[in-house]
């Protein structure tokens, strides 16, 4: 059934896209909205996978079930990541080529179907298991309302950063800082007179790409312990 609704919503949206623009959507786009679906289709999904323990009537079941707690989040993880990447990737090429197989192109336009092995897709595919990490340990943690509450105690969370990481900044400098400091952003802040603006270029974006692949790590190995606990 969740393919059924991921097919729909590609064919009903990519149908708009194709019939009301006069021109072909260029890789760019295709690219933009491949993201960003996969992102929200993918949290939403991964918050389901163990919604059953936390329906009083299912969990029973789900928790007397005669396997170990790592092969049931092993099961779930491959689910929710591995194979549902490959599903919506498979989904979303045959949807496309569909569309721009149903469309009656003028003679000089051109369709270019974009690919998901230009230059970024890592960058994506990071950033991809780290909301996938967290809506995990969301879909054990909260009972009910999963994505909702993860999402909430998410974005409460990156606040109460950016503003610990504000603070820091401030003792450190001895001044007052302009505006909220994002981690590995921007630093503004005034000297009498005179407006100044900081940030460290000399990060690598690998390193940065190694943090986020170490949290979403380290946020799989919590959501495990966490399903122990309720197996417990």
Known sequence: MSIAVLAGVILLGGA????????????????????????????IF????????????????????????????????????????????????L???????????????????????????????????????????????????????????FFIGYVVLMIFNTVFLKAIIGLDVIKAAMPFGFLNFNVGDKYYSIVTKAIPPQAILTVLCISAVLIWVAAYFRLREKQV
């Open 16 to 43: 708009f896209l194709f019939f009301v623009i006069p021109e072909p959507p260029d890789p760019g786009l295709q690219t933009a909205i491949f993201v960003i679906l996969m992102l929200i289709a993918g949290t």
């Open 46 to 93: 991964t918050s389901t996978v163990f919604s059953d323990f936390g329906d009083k009537k299912k969990a029973m079941a789900a928790l007397t079930l005669p396997a170990t707690a790592f092969e049931k989040f092993l099961v779930g993880w491959l689910y929710s990541y591995l194979i549902f990447l490959l599903i919506y990737t498979a989904v979303f090429y």
């Open 95 to 153: 949807g496309l080529i569909g569309l721009a197989n149903a469309k009656h192109w003028e003679p000089n336009q051109h369709f270019v179907l974009f690919s998901i092995q230009q230059r970024g897709f890592y960058t994506v595919l990071t950033i991809y298991s780290l909301l996938h990490a967290i809506a995990l340990f969301g879909a054990i943690f909260f009972n009910k309302l999963h994505f909702i509450k993860t999402g909430f105690a």
